[in-house]
């Protein structure tokens, strides 16, 4: 039986509060790991295998978190990103949510696309393909 | 100089699991400090030599091949004090293992009794790709895979040497 939304994000919030030791009611859907839940660079792998653990599923660092694009000096402009790195981010992270990004897309932003809906969604996505 | 904080492997099983063991000795000179007449071992070394354990059984898996460092202490539990004369087992097992790095699940033990849990998270890390560190493997040096040369098969024609 597929898993429902909420379940998913139950077993979702449970891995934040062990990763990154916050309280169950911080993590709500639209909470950023990094800006509101304070996740370091390192949680992130943390994340990674503790979501492998909770839902039996491999996840692809790269995939979850594509740094290659991320990180690539070619797709900045004037502290933006430019519209070719939006359209392969977009491209790699069918899972987050860019219409608030796409507006003003300061690189500095960019950490706001990973939420826990955003997790949440791509967990989704990884157990309908299974 | 490495500070090394495990004595030797009793138990060695490539992959999956691995047990150290730690005398703790008066003669220890942090002891003496921690605590005056209270000589009491800090519970972040014994942190570290769990994760020389499970460093080294999470290095070996990968034939000593990539540089793991401890990349984040997920939890650890502490039950009871460690003091001269006790002889700890860190026992650490292997919960997930790729190319990023890997997850490993340890218990202290003096004797039969539990007297912590560490639990903790390494980085496979490469030289020739993260800028600022060295190219070579500056993590298994000599010091730390002489420990468990005894558990290792010995590479053809080399009649058991090690990197």
């Known amino acids: 039986m597929t898993a429902t939304r909420e379940e998913v994000l139950a077993k979702v919030r449970g891995v934040l509060v062990e990763a990154l030791g916050v309280d169950d009611d911080e993590i709500t859907p639209e909470a950023t790991l990094e800006g509101d839940l304070g996740a370091e660079s390192i949680d992130f792998l943390d994340i990674v295998f503790r979501l492998e653990k909770a839902f039996a599923i491999k996840v692809n660092k790269v995939e979850l978190f594509p740094d290659e694009i991320l990180n690539n000096p070619d797709y900045v402009e004037d502290g933006k990103m430019t519209a070719e790195g939006v359209s392969k981010l977009k491209a790699a992270m069918p899972h987050a949510d860019f219409r608030e990004f796409e507006k003003d897309p300061q690189i500095e932003r960019i950490r706001d696309l990973f939420t826990v809906a955003t997790i949440v969604n791509y967990v989704e996505l990884k157990l309908k393909a299974a | ?163």
């Open chain 2, 1 to 163: 100089m490495r500070w090394i904080w495990i004595d030797k492997f009793t138990q060695f099983e490539s992959g999956r699991r691995a047990v150290a063991v730690k005398n703790v000795t008066r003669a220890e000179e942090h002891l003496h400090d921690h605590f005056p007449a209270w000589p009491v071992m800090p519970p972040s070394l014994i942190i570290e030599g769990v994760a020389q354990t499970a460093g080294i059984l999470v290095g070996e898996a990968r034939a000593f091949g990539m540089n793991v460092i401890l990349a984040k202490i997920r939890s650890a539990t502490f039950t009871d004090y460690a003091v001269p004369g006790d002889t700890l087992s860190y026992e650490v097992e292997i919960e997930t293992l790729d190319d990023h790095g890997a997850t490993t699940r340890g218990v202290v033990r003096r004797g039969q009794e539990e007297i912590a849990r560490v639990d903790l998270m390494f980085s496979h890390v490469d030289g020739a790709v993260h800028a600022g560190l060295p190219r070579h493997n500056f993590v298994f040096t000599g010091t730390f895979t002489d420990l468990v040369r005894s558990f290792r098969p010995a590479p053809p024609g080399s009649g058991g040497g090690d990197s």
